[in-house]
């Protein structure tokens, strides 16, 4: 293989950088029954069921376990529970949980656990409250069956359950899904392949899951989320490096075994040494998104958020992501690019380049005063530092008073959820992506909701594309379901609900010894991981 000067030079930056890898890493030795791994940022909340954030999805996905799962064709299948069944009338689902389930408390998993974990998921999550509009009763019949009773069918139910949309329904102690839906459980005991090592934990620093000794995984082999959840490594550590040359450098010295997102103007450095390996895990890939606060100025103001979406030039954003095209895509459609409801609708104001012009004007129509505009900065996610590095310089262009506010991403899980003005601790931006996937379903992704305050944040509120959403339920054909999506697609764009920035589909770095790595939307599972000796 040929290595091109710039390549040469970048060698030497990883070089240099592996001399700044922490010194507990360095003094680690190789263990085939221990695997270290970077992820998307630092976890700082442990409660998957108040978070929509992937990497706290990854987490909950470890130490807690799950009604049902998708297998890699994504159809739903029993994962905690044993037999299920539906009345002839469709209205009353019967679930009777399976053998050997047990908490990493000792006891043992019991129905009212189940009920109180979907009351609770059901406060947060689009499919969640779907299902509890048109429930009678969710009870517990005996210790390990429980029954959804419902007012009208609902023949998604069991899809809506098994749906890896974030947040996931995953199940909790009584007692930890009886605190109210608005407050972090942090116990951190779930019934899963890993439990959650609460003494060895250095928030900023490593997070470290142990094999689950007692877990008992299903008969099936592993198929995407479904079948035997079996945990083949001793240790999982999770370690925290903001830096990804740093992150690239510990993964060349055999310190760390997996990184989730490489430095991807790096790649080929990385496609030229042997021991590393790219892949990717998500082919549907993710679209990054920018969301505007509805409530405040400047973007209360439909004509704003119309001058934010012709101002976007989709292929800056996504270059600065990812350098190589064969991994982005632009995106029109809030449907993603991968769904069958994907369209065309509405999409007039796509224009290569971008529109500063344009731009300029609708904030002119909006009566844009020079009023700041606060964009939250994750400095430790680098695809969005970036993206609102580029963001901010793109709006100053044009005259909008545009101020970066660097955080770590915890801190903006915690800001973005003031609905008050920037004066008063708001927010005018954020960036953030979801998967390609997950918009294809607009009962199960919050961010396809138009609801306002009840909504995710940004509180972007229609009740005409409400009207048309909550029809989707009811939609009995593929080709009703894409009239449909053209409908809600053509409200969205007009009212504009939030503004795309374009899809990647990014590859994971790993050591080649490192096999048994899950492709699927939105998880990062650590059961099915092998490590081979060194």
Not at 274 to 295: A, K
Not at 436 to 463: C, E, I, M, R, V
Not at 500 to 525: C, D, E, F, M, Y
Request: glycine share 8%.
């Amino acid at each position: 293989m040929t290595i091109s000067r710039r390549d040469l030079i970048k060698l030497g930056v990883v070089a240099g950088t592996a001399l700044s890898i922490p010194s507990v890493l360095r003094a680690q030795t190789t263990d085939a029954r221990t695997v270290r791994m970077v992820k998307n940022g630092d976890l700082s909340v442990f409660d998957p069921t108040l978070t929509t954030a992937n990497i706290t999805a990854d987490h909950g996905a470890a130490i807690y376990d799950t009604l049902f799962a998708p297998d890699s064709k994504f159809m739903p299948q029993p994962q905690m529970v044993g037999k299920w069944g539906v009345s002839e009338d469709k209205k009353t689902y019967t679930f009777e949980l399976r053998d050997g389930l047990g908490w990493h408390d000792g006891t043992p998993v019991a129905a009212a656990d189940c009920v109180a974990s979907i009351r609770r998921w059901a406060q947060l999550t689009p499919g969640g409250k779907l299902i509890m509009d048109r429930a009678s009763d969710i009870s517990k019949k005996d210790d390990r069956t429980f029954t959804i009773s419902l007012k009208e069918p609902l023949g998604l139910l069991v899809n809506i359950l098994a749906d890896i949309a974030t947040p996931c329904l995953f199940m909790m102690r009584e007692k930890d899904a009886d605190r109210p839906a608005t407050e972090q459980v942090t116990a951190n005991i779930g019934s899963g392949p890993f439990t959650f090592n609460q003494a060895s934990a250095k928030p900023g620093a490593s997070f470290t899951y142990d094999r689950n000794e007692k877990y008992i995984p299903r008969d099936e082999p592993s198929d995407g989320l479904a079948g035997g959840k079996i945990a083949k490594v001793d240790h999982v550590i999770w370690e925290v490096i903001a830096d990804q040359q740093t992150a690239l450098a510990a993964v060349q010295a055999g310190e760390i075994d997996y990184v989730q997102s490489p430095p991807m103007d790096f790649l080929s450095v990385i496609e030229s040494d042997p021991n590393l390996q790219l892949t990717i895990l998500d082919r549907s890939g993710s679209d990054y998104v920018l969301r505007m606060n509805h409530l405040q100025k400047p973007f209360d103001n439909v004509k704003a958020r119309q001058a934010l979406l012709h101002l976007i030039d989709q292929d800056s954003f996504l270059r600065i992501v990812s350098p190589d095209s064969k991994y982005t895509k632009t995106v029109t459609s809030i449907f993603g690019n991968t769904n069958t409801v994907s369209n065309d609708e509405n999409t007039g104001w796509y224009k290569k380049g971008g529109d500063p012009e344009k731009a300029k004007e609708l904030f002119k129509e909006a009566g844009y005063a020079g009023e700041k505009v606060v964009i939250l900065q994750a400095t430790n996610v680098p695809e969005y530092n970036n993206i609102s590095q580029l963001l901010s310089a793109t709006l100053r262009k044009i005259g909008i008073n545009a101020e970066l506010v660097p955080s770590d991403w915890g801190g903006i899980v915690a800001r973005r959820a003031n609905k008050d003005s920037v004066e008063n601790g708001g927010w005018s931006i954020f960036v953030t992506d979801e998967a390609d996937y997950s918009l294809g379903n607009p009962l199960t992704t919050s961010f396809l909701l138009a609801n306002g305050d009840d909504g995710w944040f940004g509180w972007p509120k229609s009740d005409e594309y409400e009207a048309l959403r909550a029809k989707w339920a009811d939609v009995a054909t593929l080709e009703e379901r894409r009239v449909l999506a053209r409908k809600m697609q053509r409200i969205w764009w007009d009212f504009v609900g939030d503004v795309r920035l374009g899809q990647t589909v990014s590859p994971i770095l790993h050591r080649k010894a490192l096999s048994g790595l899950i492709g699927i939307p939105n998880i990062r599972p650590m059961w099915n991981m092998q490590k081979a000796s060194a």
